[in-house]
């Protein structure tokens, strides 16, 4: 059984940084692992997403702002936001794949978190 805990979420400036973290119990490191967003009113979509090698995969609306990176060590992964934008206000999600390789499928996906709540201001 894995159990994913979110952190970091808040009330931000657009312009600004905010750094999402995902604490797992249980064994995560073999495999890969993502963030997903869903924003009110609209179907939950995928963020990014890193395998148990570290290579990534980013959503083109937050390519090149939004950074996702991965301890093993400590059972965590990280998503780091700048150039904030109010259209990345949601509530984020982190999620253990099935596989070891990133996928954007959320059926790809066997476990997730609560989320963590994101809102940026304009």
């Known amino acids: 059984q894995v159990q994913l805990v979110e952190s970091g979420g808040g009330l931000v400036q657009a312009g600004d940084s905010l750094s999402l973290s995902c604490a797992a119990s249980g064994g995560t490191s073999t495999y890969a692992m993502g963030w997903f967003r869903q924003a009110p009113g609209k179907e939950r979509e995928f963020v990014a997403a890193?395998?148990?090698?570290?290579?990534?995969s980013y959503a083109d609306s937050v390519k090149g702002r939004f950074t996702i990176s991965r301890d093993n060590a400590k059972n965590t992964v990280y998503l780091q936001m700048n150039s904030l934008k109010p259209e990345d206000t949601a509530v984020y999600y982190c999620?253990?794949?099935?596989?070891?390789?990133?996928?954007?499928?959320?059926?790809?996906?066997?476990?997730w978190g609560q989320g963590t709540q994101v809102t940026v201001s304009s």
């Open positions: 999620a253990k794949d099935r596989n070891k390789y990133a996928s954007s499928l959320q059926t790809e996906y066997d476990y």
């Open positions: 890193i395998a148990w090698s570290g290579g990534t």
